[in-house]
């Protein structure tokens, strides 16, 4: 098993910026595919970037160029770098953390195994 503990989240105005942070603990690291999701209220869960072993990433189609997913296997932490904000990107985001053997680009909640309790993210106009 992997537990997960985000962190990082908070206020910002439009065009700020936010480094979220995902410490894990348990099963080893590396064998997992990992990616960031976000809720807001009233709406399903999204995928937002997800990450290989080997550092391979893919975003959602709203957040390219201003979202930067990354990994460090020595920390055992996930990270996502937001920059540009918008209000559109408020929501709880949550860590997640999926059998690298599904290779889960395709940002289906249902492929994550494990998951964090969530950082909130919100941004003002």
């Known amino acids: 098993q992997v537990q997960l503990v985000e962190s990082g989240g908070g206020s910002v105005q439009n065009g700020g910026s936010l480094r979220l942070s995902c410490a894990a603990s348990?099963?080893?690291?590396?064998?997992?595919?990992m990616g960031w999701f976000r809720q807001a209220p009233g709406k399903e869960r999204e995928g937002v970037a997800v990450i290989d072993s080997d550092g391979g990433a893919r975003y959602t189609d709203s957040v390219k160029g201003r979202f930067t997913i990354s990994r460090d296997s020595a920390k055992n932490t996930l990270y996502l770098r937001m920059s540009s904000l918008k209000p559109e990107d408020t929501a709880m985001y949550y860590c997640?953390?999926?059998?690298?053997?599904?290779?889960?680009?395709?940002?289906?909640?249902?492929?994550?195994?494990?998951w964090g309790q969530g950082t909130q993210v919100t941004v003002s106009s």
């Open positions: 997640a953390a999926a059998y690298s053997v599904l290779e889960p680009w395709d940002f289906h909640p249902s492929d994550f195994v494990y």
């Open positions: 348990g099963d080893t690291y590396s064998n997992y595919f």
